[in-house]
């Protein structure tokens, strides 16, 4: 059965969409049943492009990727999510809306990378540490039996990864 992951971030035009690509091409790479998707609770509507180039330079497929409101993925017709993770504190603080099937959810913070000093050299490395920082959590992620785990003890495994 697969697990779905759903990335938030309020504008979801960086973190969580640097989230989603990875997660998606991590899973596939390690053959596990994990499909990650992202969206924002007031998105900008176009992906940052230092998100898409350091993605281009990683080698991973962003051919699918947009910016998307949560509000796809709260309807009745969305897939049910089992685990919903904010990467930036202000989408953490907002009240998310109601998510079928009742979700596991996490908070990794993560600083916008979009604020970064030192013009585009200064962003790029800024989206490129982010996007190995979101990585790593990610793998931990995906070396949970995840097929394996209650609603409690994934809770308290995703716990865990947000304090690594």
Not at 23 to 39: I, M, P
Not at 84 to 106: F, L, N, Q, R
Request: glycine share 6%; charged share 20%.
């Amino acid at each position: 059965m697969t697990t779905r992951v759903l990335i938030l971030c309020t504008h979801n035009s960086a973190r969580s969409v640097l989230g989603e690509t990875m997660l998606n091409h991590l899973a596939v790479k390690l053959g596990k049943d994990v499909k990650a998707y992202s969206a924002g609770s007031s998105p900008r509507g176009q992906v940052n492009p230092f998100a898409l180039k350091v993605l281009d330079s990683a080698g991973l497929d962003t051919s699918y990727v947009r910016s998307k409101s949560w509000d796809e993925f709260a309807a009745e017709e969305a897939p049910k999510m089992d685990i919903v993770i904010t990467v930036c504190d202000s989408a953490a603080a907002e009240t998310c809306p109601y998510w079928p099937g009742a979700p596991v959810k996490a908070h990794w913070g993560f600083p916008d990378p979009s604020n970064a000093e030192g013009g585009e050299a200064g962003k790029t490395t800024a989206f490129e540490i982010t996007r190995q920082a979101i990585g790593y959590k990610l793998l931990q992620l995906l070396a949970l039996p995840l097929e394996q785990l209650s609603s409690s003890e994934l809770q308290v495994a995703l716990n865990d990864i947000s304090k690594s």
